[in-house]
């Protein structure tokens, strides 16, 4: 496990209620935005598998996916991610919430924008990709003055 993913885990099993799940992978990424784990009562449910999104928003993140520029609309595997993620504009200091799967089983990791693994509490694994957004702390917009006319 790499330093960031042993200092932002707080869970070591999961947490299943009737409504939904609080997960260690989930928990640990949403751990390094600085989001306290009682702030939140799940991290997925039957409903919404991407309940973390919401969070983050709520705590004054920006989310939103980069399928399309990481070429991963269909479902490619984590080493073609990787190696688009080398090829795109974006540097170590840009994070990326990714989203894996194997046959049942989902997962969450955080990846910098060269494609290195920031946050992963099932390392080794091989899951092929969901969803890739990445996560940049949201920007108020400017008041513009009103032209008076």
Known sequence: MTTATIQNRTLQ?????SKGTKTVCVTTC???FNIPFDSYHYTSSDRNRD???SVLRRF?????SK???????KSITMTQLRRNMKKSIYS???YFIVHGYQSKAGHLMVLNGNGETVI???E??????AGVSIVEPQVEPVATPEVWQ
Request: proline share 0%.
């Open 67 to 73: 399928k399309s520029e990481f070429k991963a609309l």
């Open 92 to 94: 170590c200091s840009d």
């Open 120 to 122: 992963d509490t099932a």
């Open 60 to 64: 004054g993140w920006s989310v939103r």
């Open 51 to 53: 309940t973390y999104k």
């Open 30 to 32: 949403l751990n390094f």
């Open 124 to 129: 080794g694994s091989k899951w092929r990709i």
């Open 13 to 17: 099993n999961h947490i299943n209620h």
